[in-house]
């Protein structure tokens, strides 16, 4: 299945031990931030597209949020599992299929939660899914990379040691996508992981947006929410509301 490598590394232990550096207080900077400017109210529903373990979905039921993640893998729902209340909900769902439509406020893509199927309709699947799931004039924010800046910064090979664990990630672009290869060895098994993610850019993004009648509000290019720059910008942040 296309899926296979999604729900096999995403799921893995050594996917959460290699990102564990990942910024809470960045990622809570970002989505304060976010509340603000689209002014939500305590009503709010969020569906959040490719929780993984859920710190997101996490952080804005404690917001007071009435929050719904979904996610492919098995083992990142089981995990999140034990955290749900009155407030938050967790299920595993293929966000290429439709989920409670016209039903949620605000849908998210965070930290890069798109792009990992092989062909633009299966990817654009996954906006039309969004715009499914929204009420008219409901919010959808997908947070992706700036693919210009990442292909032209590009570290081709990277090794790293983490709990006595190695790490060996070798990154190259095939088909337009960034590829990483991931081999690890720990305690002498080995074990090889790859991620691939289509390496859209702003044209693509916006062309995906019109064919699922979103109109674009804004468009970012880091957490604080600065204005995008295709050369510069760390991040591709495109918010776009349902007609």
């Not at 002014?39 to 404690?62: M, N």
Request: charge should be positive; proline fraction near 1%.
């Amino acid at each position: 299945m296309v899926t296979d490598w999604i729900e096999n590394w995403f799921g893995s232990e050594y996917y959460s031990l290699l990102y564990k550096h990942r910024d809470s207080e960045e990622a809570h900077l970002f989505l304060n931030k976010l509340i603000k400017l689209l002014e939500l109210s305590p009503a709010t529903r969020i569906l959040d597209y490719g929780c993984g373990k859920g710190r997101h979905s996490i952080y804005l039921s404690k917001k007071g949020f009435k929050v719904t993640g979904i996610d492919i893998s098995e083992e990142s729902i089981k995990a999140s599992k034990n955290k749900e209340n009155e407030n938050l909900e967790f299920f595993v769902h293929d966000m290429r299929n439709y989920f409670r439509i016209n039903y949620y406020d605000v849908v998210l893509s965070l930290f890069t939660s798109f792009g990992y199927f092989e062909s633009d309709h299966e990817n654009n699947k996954v906006i039309k899914s969004a715009a499914g799931a929204l009420k008219k004039g409901g919010i959808f924010v997908l947070d992706f990379m700036n693919a210009e800046k990442e292909i032209k910064e590009l570290i081709p090979k990277e090794r790293c040691k983490i709990n006595n664990i190695d790490f060996n990630l070798f990154r190259y672009t095939k088909n337009n996508c960034i590829v990483k290869e991931i081999n690890i060895t720990n305690k002498e098994k080995k074990y090889n992981f790859r991620e691939h993610v289509k390496a859209y850019k702003l044209n693509s993004l916006k062309t995906f947006f019109d064919e699922n009648q979103f109109e674009i509000l804004h468009l970012f290019g880091d957490y604080h929410l600065s204005p995008f720059n295709e050369s510069t910008s760390k991040r591709l942040i495109v918010i776009g509301r349902k007609k």
